[in-house]
């Protein structure tokens, strides 16, 4: 039987079976699938079953419909795929048969099954858009990594669109090193002030707590939380606020690691940031695997 599902939010679990015929949904009583979501307009959507298909339309809501990689045009019909989200305000629903759909181990990796809070980086850039954002930062990267370009290339367009999504990120950066050694190989930093590709600057001693332990490393106020003496130093002659610097692991191996910081104000990395960007430094990883497989020095 196919249902339709709601994996967050404070209706998350429920699933309603689609008759023949067509469905409305949105925030109102009056409707006949309602989700208590306040980002979700009075009358969001309509799904139409036709048979074996799905179609879903836009109402001209609000804060929009993300499907399959694209925010929903009002008014124009498109047909539904199984497994694959759909984004209303901060509601993610889903087709699928059983009692979950398929796509739920993954959205869950990347925290977004989970109650996103206001204390979010990505909440307090995109507010009630937030997991139509981090969905579609997560089709861009996936996007970008199967296009087939030079490695390179791929790698300075995915910090461009971070710097994009993440307004209130001040740098990005890429430091590449060798999986057998851990010698530094390479590293590709974009920054916002300098308006695209700088020297390469970052706190050495930061990526190396983070490669040494195969974790996220995460400072959120570096000015007011008490750090090794050797974080002070280097965050406080770079003028940097905040830092999320996460190792980039692929089949155990770790070739980098993914290193944002702020410079402004404190950006706040909280746990449903950390494990979203987690999910995108694998990704990265078995790509540059790919890309550049590690020879011995």
């Known amino acids: 039987m196919t249902e339709l599902h709601i994996l967050n939010g404070q209706d998350a679990g429920l699933s309603f079976h689609l008759d023949e015929g067509t469905h409305y949904i949105g925030r109102s009583w009056e409707n006949d699938i309602r989700i208590q979501d306040p980002t979700v307009s009075r009358r969001h959507l309509r799904i139409v079953r036709e048979s074996t298909r799905y179609f879903v339309t836009d109402l001209g809501s609000r804060n929009g419909t993300f499907f399959y990689g694209n925010y929903l045009i009002p008014g124009v019909e498109i ?5 694959v989200p759909i984004a209303i305000g901060m509601t993610l629903l889903g087709i699928g048969s059983g009692s979950l759909p398929e796509m739920i181990p993954h959205l869950d990796t990347m925290g977004l099954t989970r109650e996103t809070g206001n204390d979010s980086g990505i909440f307090a850039v995109h507010k009630g858009k937030t997991n139509q954002k981090k969905l579609e930062l997560f089709y861009r990267v996936t996007d970008l990594l199967q296009k087939g370009l030079p490695k390179n290339d791929s790698l300075e367009q995915l910090l461009e669109v971070f710097l994009e999504f993440l307004a209130k990120i001040d740098t990005a950066t890429f430091v590449l090193v060798h999986p057998e050694t851990g010698k530094t190989i390479q590293v590709i930093s974009e920054s916002r002030e300098k308006g695209g590709t700088l020297i ?3 706190p050495q001693a930061v990526v190396d707590r983070a490669l040494a332990g195969k974790k996220p490393l995460v400072i959120v106020d570096a000015k007011a939380e008490e750090l090794d003496e050797e974080f002070t130093t280097s965050l406080k002659m770079r003028n940097v606020t905040s830092v999320m610097c996460i190792p980039m692991i692929s089949s155990s191996e770790v070739v980098g690691v993914l290193y944002l910081e ?7 990395f909280p746990p449903e940031d950390v494990l979203f960007f987690q999910d995108i430094a694998s990704l990265t990883a078995a790509f540059i695997m790919i890309q ?3 020879t011995a020095s």
Do not use: N
């Open 79 to 83: 047909e539904l795929k199984r497994g």
């Open 200 to 202: 390469p600057d970052y």
């Open 262 to 268: 702020s410079m402004k104000k404190p950006y706040p």
């Open 292 to 294: 550049d497989p590690p």
